[in-house]
């Protein structure tokens, strides 16, 4: 028996703007609720085992580099198009260190999350 990841979790200090960038990358539908959290939902037909992201205000800004971050494969293989539509969104590239050889793209959200784009399949 095995789990699967279900949900991930965001902290955010503005949800709005959060959720405006983040569904608007991952073509997922935004909710945002009346206690400050948003939650974003994937279509209504996507596979029952689709991933939800859960954005959790909090008051303390963003301090290190993430431990744990999104890794994001661009549909149809344009990496270069893909990276520029989420810099349109309001991303930013972002230095962790990387040498340049790489095969990964280094954003932040708005708020200074860091991901990654991938340059190819990961498998």
């Not at 949900?7 to 959720?19: G, L, N």
């Not at 954005?55 to 963003?62: F, G, I, N, R």
Request: hydrophobic letters at 40%; one cysteine or more; a negative charge.
């Amino acid at each position: 028996m095995a789990a699967r990841i279900a949900q991930i979790t965001i902290d955010v200090s503005d949800t709005e703007t959060q959720a405006v960038f983040w569904s608007a990358a991952l073509g997922l539908t935004a909710d945002l609720g009346e206690d400050g959290a948003g939650k974003l939902y994937p279509a209504d037909d996507a596979p029952a085992e689709a991933v939800t992201i859960w954005l959790q205000p909090v008051s303390e800004p963003k301090r290190d580099k993430l431990r744990l971050h999104l890794d994001l494969r661009p549909e149809g293989g344009d990496v270069e198009g893909e990276v520029q539509r989420l810099l349109g969104l309001g991303a930013a590239t972002a230095d962790v260190g990387q040498t340049g050889d790489e095969g990964f793209t280094v954003l932040a959200d708005p708020e200074g999350n860091e991901f990654c784009v991938l340059h190819r399949e990961p498998r």
